[in-house]
């Protein structure tokens, strides 16, 4: 069975000092209820990265950072490296957003070598696949999601495969005023542990971490995280107020 895990992205929101406070109010939120099945992330910016480290000092706490430079070092102005985000005390980092794929351009390419460099350093990948609003309309949302991981993911060795955390993004019901439905979020998540199975086999398929990376919210997280291959979330606005987030983190109990 795969762990369950709950990440929140925190985009570009908090500054250091309010970052440190979200975390802080995280610890202690987190010291009331009964989670210790759950591991807990937050993806701060990369300013606060060192302080959210020292902050999360101790607890339950990682730290992920939201994006990373495929190569290890070079003339990059504005890029951070692996190795740097290791040096801080990361331990994962977000690849191949939704957000990055459309904002910034990255491809297939730029993420399968941002995801060897991640488990290079010993971290540990939360990778981001999935499809837009016309894709999902005109039904090629397995092609799609399918050619993603085939592309970004399947160059791996089993060994390295089974360090990868797999979110999904359905991304025409990101603020867009649609939504996915628990249903629809399981049928995703299904027939991406069917190509991780074609591809490695039952037993690391059934391993891997799939989180689902909608709209997920306290009020509908218990009914996401109720269905058979949902391992967790990717959290966007919810995991900006320590009390929302442990509403979600608490949603497996």
Known sequence: MARKIVAGNWKMNKTVNEGVQLVEDLKNEL???????????????????????????????????????QEASG???????????????VGYVIIGHSERREYFGENSTDIAKKVDAVLAQGLTPIYCCGEVKEER?????????????????????????????????????????????????????????????????????????????GSCKPSNAAEIFGKKDVDGGLIGGASLKAEDFIGIITAFN
């Open 31 to 69: 010291a009331k209820v009964d989670a210790s099945d759950v591991t807990v992330v937050v993806s701060p910016p990369y300013v606060n990265l060192s302080e959210a480290v020292k902050a999360a000092g101790g607890s339950a706490v990682n730290v992920s950072a939201q994006n990373v430079h």
């Open 75 to 89: 003339a990059y102005t504005g890029e951070i490296s692996a190795e740097m985000l290791k040096s801080v005390g």
């Open 137 to 213: 309309e005109s039904g090629q949302q397995n092609k799609i999601v399918g050619g993603q991981i085939e592309a970004e993911l399947f160059h791996l060795s089993a060994e390295d495969f089974a360090k990868v955390v797999i979110a999904y993004e359905p991304v025409w019901a990101i603020g867009t005023g649609l939504t996915a439905s628990p249903d629809q979020a399981q049928d995703m998540h299904a027939f991406i542990r069917s190509c991780v199975t074609e591809q490695y086999g039952e037993g690391i398929a059934n391993e891997t971490p799939i989180l689902y990376g």
